[in-house]
């Protein structure tokens, strides 16, 4: 039961994830610089430090005891993981969503889940343990998965541009290499997890239980903070918006207060659902057993299944082609599949 618990809390990591741009639809009168570093400051700075504080005990003390070079490479492979978000920010820009995201979360997926026990020299036991070849077979076919929803996105994309111009931001050439080096850098922030479990093993010997993980969040998402700030205040400089933190152009006077109030809650609302697919992640992590390493390609994986699911309830595929919708049905039919093949792949390594 320990087993499907934590694909269960994985799933809801996901979720959270999947809804955390949702609340961006209703912010207005900011630029993505000053909407980003508000959701920035709560999840990667804010949320780690007062969660930790309250589901870690004797939190000074295991920060005193944990090993220096643990807190600093979680905070430096962390920074990279920053970079990461940016490159997929730019991405997005040059060649849509939907193809971003399939090649970017791919590449994540099966680096972030393969490359930390090859890093620590662990890989020719993980590949003697029972259920191996499944976990394997399972995340081969959730990266099919994900390609098939970044074709369907695309499809989307195009059936929803007959009869108007197409974008003419669209470029391939300078978005694809870009999508890659997001994919890459993305897969860092399984490696500062991995890199700061020293921290994670004091914690436990101090009480922390199934919450050992919230600490290491101190260290990997501050990292990532740290470079996000740096490129969203480098924005705020070039384009002269720090004003808008505390008023809003052309708009009346007397709705100030309110609008902006509300910008920084949806900005803040981000930011807690994507602390939350971390706070779940960790919890869903300490119950993988032998294959604690899959923890991050189930995660990515149910990322892209519950993204699709919740497009498909909010009717976001409702003026598409029946072939695009029917190639969609196909991707989330083939990531419930790669579920399926890693939970059986997990349950063999249990034995």
Not at 87 to 114: D, E, N, P, Q
Not at 293 to 320: D, N, Q, R, Y
Request: glycine share 12%; hydrophobic share 50%.
């Amino acid at each position: 039961m320990g087993l499907f618990t934590g694909i269960l809390l994985h799933g809801l990591g996901a979720l959270s994830a999947s809804l955390c741009y949702t609340p961006q639809k209703g912010v207005s009168g900011w630029s993505w610089q000053t909407y980003w570093l508000v959701q920035a400051a709560i999840c990667w700075l804010i949320l780690p430090f007062v969660v930790a504080y309250f589901t870690i005990p004797s939190l000074g003390k295991v920060l005193s005891a944990a090993p220096a070079d643990a807190m600093w490479r979680s905070f430096l492979l962390g920074a990279v993981y920053g970079i990461g978000g940016t490159a997929f920010g730019i991405a997005i820009r040059y060649v849509g969503f939907s193809l971003t995201y399939a090649i970017s979360v791919g590449i994540s997926c099966v680096l972030g889940t393969l490359l930390p026990p090859l890093y620590k020299g662990e890989f020719r036991i993980v590949v003697a343990q029972d259920g191996f070849v499944w976990i394997l077979v399972g995340i081969l076919i959730g990266v099919l998965g994900i390609t098939l929803c970044g074709m369907a996105g695309y499809a989307k994309d195009r059936d929803l541009a007959q009869g108007r111009q197409e974008s003419d931001s669209f470029n391939i050439a300078k978005g694809l290499p870009v999508c890659l080096l997001a994919g890459v850098l993305a897969a860092f922030f399984s490696f500062a997890l991995d890199q700061g479990r020293p921290i994670a093993v004091i914690a436990e010997q101090y009480g922390a239980g199934d919450f050992q993980g919230n600490v290491i969040y101190i260290f990997s998402n501050t990292g990532a903070f740290v470079t996000t700030a740096i490129y969203c205040i480098y924005l705020h400089v070039k384009n002269r918006t720090f004003k808008e933190f505390i008023m809003l152009p052309n708009i009346h006077r007397t709705r100030k207060p309110i609008i902006l109030s509300l910008n920084y809650a949806f900005a803040g609302l981000t930011g807690i659902l994507w602390y939350t697919q971390f706070f779940f992640y960790g919890l869903g992590h300490t119950r993988m057993g032998k294959f604690e390493f899959s923890s991050w390609a189930i995660h990515m994986i149910l990322l892209v299944l519950c993204s699709s699911v919740i497009g498909l309830l909010l009717k976001e595929w409702k003026s598409t082609s029946t072939k695009t919708r029917n190639l969609l049905l196909g991707a989330v039919s083939v990531l419930i599949i790669a579920v399926l093949v890693l939970t059986y792949g997990n349950s063999l390594g249990k034995n």
